[in-house]
């Protein structure tokens, strides 16, 4: 079996046109960028960014706020743990009363980007950078408050990764310290993905909202393409909260947290192109596998599923010019809605409307279906994540550590 790479800063593939890696001076930790930050890297739209994200498992207060010695009570060598991670729970600090847990990488400036248009990042690359990871329900959090978990303490599982022939799998007993005979697939993404919000004050990272965040979409692995409507000049996107895995819901408070390095590609849909290709966007809207993800967001999940179907007939509206009744009937009939997640405070519901339902209405109006950035042009079938493999050993620089 191949050992899986420990992708160090600095260490192993780094595709992007730039590269940020994660340390005190590039993340935030607990909240989310506002308009008064500098940003930590200014490109060109169309340019790629690899960046290091660092997942909080591992460095929060209540699991010791050491990572080298949590990973060790787990049977981690100190050479397996992110030395970017050690140095952020060393150095920096948040409130847990008052904060996030997050760690998220960034701001980056994109040029042109202004209030009004879309951003569009497209998820290009997501390689985990440890064999491991965390799966955690604490006290007041998750979607059992108060039954779960039992105890006073909170509960940390952690998770190691191995390889299968058909990709990388998470290993979990069925009773504590027994062998690890449940297996189940990875699908990396990015739980965060944002842009600044236009106020003088860093917003919480908790919960999601119209400038992205936490949105927690187990759609946006590689080849996702995600549009976030800019509020501030330049954007100021950032990444982090990254998954391994997770299931619709993350009914336990989170999924397989663990870091990954993103090669992400920034470009900017001026406001004019962007109420033609879609209409007015006031939150979050995905392309991915072959759908188009419209959201809604509230802290009452009901709330939630009927602003996500609101957007998804103005989205129909706008895009191929079907009559309200007709969209709602399409919707009733052929999409699902998936509860992205219920433990952020601010619940999320997201769509899946197929596009090939609607090559018809593109070839109808001369032109040929509007699928030329969509990611993915096949329609995979829901909740069967593409494997994923770890890197070619081949394609490693020098620099990698294997554990």
Known sequence: MTALTVLQRGAGPIPGDHYLPASPDTVLWGRLPCA?????????????????????????????KDPRAFFAGHGVAEVSVLDDAIEIAATLSRDPAADGPHVVTGPVFVEGA???????????????????????????????VGELPRGA???????????RASGLVGLLPVTEGGQRVVEFP??????????????????????????????????????????????????????????????????????????????????????????????????????????????????DLNIAMRNCVRAALSLLQARYGMEEHLAYAYLSAATDFDISQVVDIVCGVH????????????????????TGDVAGAGVKAPNRP???RSPDPATRENGATDD
């Open 386 to 388: 593409t494997p994923v």
């Open 186 to 299: 990875l699908a990396p993404f990015l739980g965060t993905m944002g842009v600044a919000v236009a106020a003088a004050e860093r917003p919480h990272s908790v919960p999601p909202g119209a400038h992205g965040g936490n949105i927690d979409i187990n759609l946006l692995t590689e080849g996702a393409v995600l549009y976030l409507p800019v509020q501030v000049p330049g954007a100021l996107a950032y990444v982090g909260d990254p998954h391994f895995a997770q299931g619709d819901g993350e009914v336990a408070l989170t999924a397989l947290e663990a870091s990954l390095r993103a090669t992400l590609r920034f470009e900017v849909v001026p406001r004019a192109a962007a109420l033609a290709e879609f209409g007015e966007v006031t939150g979050p809207l995905a392309r991915a596998r072959g759908y188009l993800v419209p959201t809604g967001l509230d802290p």
């Open 351 to 370: 769509a899946r409307i197929r596009e090939a339902d609607f090559a018809a209405v593109d070839r109808a109006r001369g032109g040929a279906p509007r």
């Open 153 to 163: 303490a909170n509960v940390s599982v952690f998770t190691p990764v191995e390889e």
């Open 114 to 144: 202004q209030p009004g248009d879309l951003l569009k990042i497209t998820v290009e690359r997501l390689v985990p950078r440890v064999p491991y990871g965390v799966i955690s329900n604490r006290h007041g959090k998750g979607a059992l």
């Open 36 to 64: 008064t930050d500098a940003a930590a890297l200014t490109i060109a739209p169309g340019d790629t960014v690899t960046f290091d994200t660092v997942s909080h498992e591992g460095i929060l207060e209540d699991q010791g």
